[in-house]
């Protein structure tokens, strides 16, 4: 017995069938997955399992009479595809496949029998010879189509597949959208001939060799349109892009052309630097007959497959706004994905190689993350910059690492338009039936290098002389289907020539009003009307609230059902004391700051997600989002249930052990809508250099150079506390290098993005509601605590967070006679509360100890307030716990001398090479030194 053998035959006695095979009641072929709780908690509902049957008693009997046939059959299914007509070019041989040959199985091929095929094949009719199933399976399996779906997780899906192959295999498209294909294909062909005869130097990466992804998108809009989803966030790389979003997404052409002539894309009254022509992006409406789709093309940079989890975050909010499943009511029978889809284009050397690919894959089932399922499009060039596949991954696929989460791969032929169009037909219907992701493979060819610009013979000759074979014949991928539908007579060379004449004589016209075409802002409309870009000075905002809110908030959010049986310390340390503190009014901690800024955000209709590695609970056990039931294991969110049928809600994601993926998810949510606060903390706070792709090409530059507004929240546990070198520093350093703040002159509230390092909860609280009380979104990033989590000194009072405050981007010195200061100690973030301690330990009256709470924008005019108080002061020092080449000193220094005219002098670790120290002694002799020499160093 061969292994598929043997896996048929084990196969052939499951005896369970799904009801139904197509529409929405065939929505559940899952594992059931509880998580914490059998009723769901808001952003995570259970689905539930699809009814089912019994296989027809026949078909079963049938099977064991006709085992061998079955084993042959099944051999076909699971390997048929390692012998299919895939690739355009015929590079790679096709060997022998063992496991598809008759004998195999005791057959000849030539038998006359005829086998019934009840419960074994699906071929329109009830028998056949094994000659005619041979046909039937090459035709199906090893044809210019072929899939791969024997290792699905569930026979119902495998089921699924092989009935969906088998039965529909040999239909044609009809003869109207056979001629619509042709035209769309045709005219993508004219957009880049275009292109390279008006652009001859300009880098486009276009879509030669690959025109058959035309068909791909066509066929997705047109049947999710006609599906009834609403909108379709499109995360796509650089090959192709440009004639898509000129061709199908209504991308003004004089725009591209006014770019590709190095004019901007934006107005002179818009701030923005801009990105170059490939990674601009799209959003607009379709329509098909009586419906219509809006399809969103995010921006992408050169960082490959950086768009994907960036595109499903957003796909998610729009779930979120649109209350699909996992957001929807109890009573609701809706399924996540039936509004909104996730379309995903990678290339074929970029997907099994880039991490963030296999990171992102790992979302798709998660709990707060399942978006419904992805369609995914390879468009496989069978090559790399110049790297060939051999070099480029170790499995025979590309799409290969996707089989992680079980995900169904279509392989097709690029040279066949119709094929392609068969394989996205059959891709959505399977993402429509299970809600899951599923690939197209699309295997083609890139008619030029990497770019247009490049001579790809010189590693590829053999691969290049073929291509430029069938240019030099002709032989393009729209012709050859030009060719095939006059020759059926669907087309004339008439019609051919006037397709390819208008489209040539309608990108003319754009092209002559490149230089009077005025560029439009297209930012801040629909959800985000009434926004506005940011202005030039640091404005400040009140975010106090009704402390009668604040301690309804704070007291419901420790409040439980009768029937849910808190853990015992919690009641102790966080329920119980936390009634009192709010009672009191006073030493309100970390926590009960952040909670009453949600709950009051919560309670304005500003929804809030939170995300990151245990979360729920916070790394350091402090915050208690939610509370587990002790007896069962159910999750309660109290402050989901402050009043009934609040208008918006908590969503607490404790994501899996990923930063890059999980990080641009959290973007991709916060650019989707600004009402919803998105939150992201890292487990510890240097834990976000493995998502430092997100943070360089979208957290810190999507503004600037796509005029993507974001709030984005990012908590990063910060302090030097003996931990060693990957749990002490939040490397604030790189932070504030990324940020467009001026060494030279004076920021206002539009910089790129706000660095802070506040050292009180209610400094903490006004952060956060900041974030959306203002007309403006910008992304924030705290330098957390650990520490002052529970330091006694560090906590609030509710009056500190009353009508009329607001957080202060400087925290002075309230008290004392200033004219007895002659040392000034600036510093930021925990390190106050040690300096403080000190100076009361010695006494050291003459000293003032001034808190930079806000790093970027720098506040320079808050500094002046402060410093003018101390006319007596000689000596300014900046003391820091970092080390003197990391923390807030390599920022700072200038300004205060560029624009305060102020010299410091550090005072702080020396230079390293790494964060913090591993050895604990000298941790400490540094930590005693550096608290010593803020005081006793002589100026």
Known sequence: FSLPGTLCIINMFRCLKTVQTHGKQCNKFRVSREYHAKHGVFGYRPRNIAKVEEVDSKAIQNRIQNANLLRLVSAYRDHGHKRAKIDPLGLNSIGEIQSLKPEMYGFSGQESTQHDLQGILHMGKESAT??????HLEDIYCGPLAVEFSHLATEEEREWFSEQVEQHHGESLPAERKKELAKLLLESQVFENFMAAKFTTVKRYGGEGAESMMGFFDQVFRQAAEDGIKDIVLGMPHRGRLNLMSGMLNFPPELLFRKMRGLPEFPEDVQGSGDVLHHLTASTDLQYGDKSIHVTMIPNPSHL???????AGKTRAAQLVLQEWEYAGEDENTRQGDKVLCLQIHGDAAFPSQGIVAETLGLADLPHYHIGGSVHLIANNQLGFTTEPERGRSSRYCSDIAKMIDCAVIHVNGDYPEEVIKATKLAMLYRQTFRKDVIVDMLCFRRWGHNELDDPS???PIMYKIIRGRYDTGKSVPDIYADQLVNDGLLTREEVRKINADCMAKLGEHFSKLESYPPQARHLQKQW?????????????????DINLLKFVGAKSVEVPPDLAVHPHLQKTLVDVRRKKLEEGTGLDWATAETLAVGTLLYQGFNVRLSGQDVGRGTFSQRHFML???????MHIPLNRMVEDPAAKLEVANSPLSEEAVLGFEYGMSIENPKNLIIWEAQFGDFFNGAQVIIDCYVASGETKWLLQSGLTILLPHGMDGAGPEHSSCRMERWLQLCDSKEDGVDGDNVNMQVVNPTTPAQYFHLLRRQMVRNFRKPLVVVGPKILLRLPAATSQLEDMAPGTFFKPVLGEQGGDPTRVTRVVFCSGKHYYALVKERNARGANNVVIIRIEELCPFPMEAIKEEMKKYTNATEFIWSQEEHR???AWPFIHPRFQNLLACKLTYV????????AVGVGEVHQAEAKHVIADTFDIKL
Do not use: H, S, Y
């Open 130 to 135: 094994v000659a005619d199933i041979l046909k």
């Open 305 to 311: 497959e950086a768009c994907n989890p960036v595109a």
């Open 458 to 460: 010189f590693t590829q």
């Open 529 to 545: 009307t009434g926004l506005v870009q940011a202005g030039p000075q640091i404005t400040t905002w009140d975010t106090g609230v």
């Open 628 to 634: 587990i039931d002790q007896n069962d294991d159910r």
């Open 885 to 887: 080449n990391m923390g």
């Open 908 to 915: 702080g670790r020396g230079i390293l090479g790494t964060p």
